[in-house]
């Protein structure tokens, strides 16, 4: 079954510095996709980036770029020059191709920018 | 384009009371998901439609819990009878998606939820 782990439950960083959000995934599909998603304290649920199994690229929007290693089956995502308004529960999901092509999500890290 | 419309914001019920939510999709998006977030956590899945059929239901608490969309629409989750666990934020979501086309790289938008604490 289709599985995401986020080991960080708390990261605090400095107003402008970069900042990398681990996520790691484990699926026996070889199509899948990878989202990240942003929840502010208001909670709704913002979607920030996604990225394709095959793709041979890593994605980027903006600030927000997906570190992503295949064989090692991670998913970073990486936030360059941190503004206080990233503040907020950041969570790693996963859908496979296969079956209901379910989102699957990670149990989440709280980023927290200081000033 | 309009997002997903959930209600109510905030729902407040007492053990054994019933409780429904209303969610609208966005125009056009096939697939409705129903999602609990319980605090500190990340959000499972309830149920998923595609159209007005029931996708998955696997993780949905049949005893208690029940969903429907009527005419592939808008849908409503009901909880009956509450208990405390079930205090949570219900999350609806909809993606782009058609019966037979794979969907996985499509994200899901989420409406705003409904907090509900069961007392």
């Known amino acids: 079954a289709q599985k995401i782990t986020q080991t960080q439950p708390g990261m605090f960083v400095q107003e402008k510095e970069a900042v990398t959000l681990d996520c790691t995934y484990d699926t026996s599909d070889p199509s899948y996709g990878l989202f990240w998603y942003k929840q502010p304290s208001s909670g709704e649920m913002i979607f920030l980036i996604y990225?394709?199994?095959?793709?041979?690229q890593n994605a980027t929007e903006g600030r927000y770029s997906l570190n992503f290693q295949k064989a090692r089956k991670s998913a970073n995502l990486v936030i360059s020059a941190s503004q206080l308004g990233d503040s907020a529960m950041y969570f790693c999901?996963?859908?496979?191709?296969?079956?209901?092509?379910?989102?699957?999500f990670g149990q989440g890290t709280r980023l927290t920018i200081n000033p | 384009e309009a997002g997903v419309a959930q209600s109510p914001r905030y729902k407040i019920i007492e053990k054994r009371q019933s409780v429904a939510f209303w969610c609208n999709p966005i125009s056009g998006h096939a697939t409705l998901y129903w999602y609990q977030q319980i605090l500190g956590q990340g959000p499972k899945l309830l149920i998923q439609f595609q159209n007005n059929g029931v996708v998955d239901d696997s993780q949905l608490p049949k005893d208690r819990f029940s969903a429907e969309r009527l005419k592939g629409v808008d849908s409503t989750l009901k909880i009956q009878p509450a208990k405390l666990e079930d205090s949570a934020v219900y999350l609806c979501?909809?993606?782009?998606?058609?019966?037979?086309?794979?969907?996985?790289?499509?994200?899901?938008?989420f409406g705003n939820g409904t907090r509900l604490t069961v007392t």
């Open positions: 999901a996963m859908r496979e191709s296969k079956g209901a092509q379910k989102l699957v």
């Open positions: 979501a909809s993606s782009f998606g058609r019966q037979g086309l794979s969907s996985y790289n499509s994200p899901l938008h």
């Open positions: 990225q394709g199994s095959y793709d041979q």
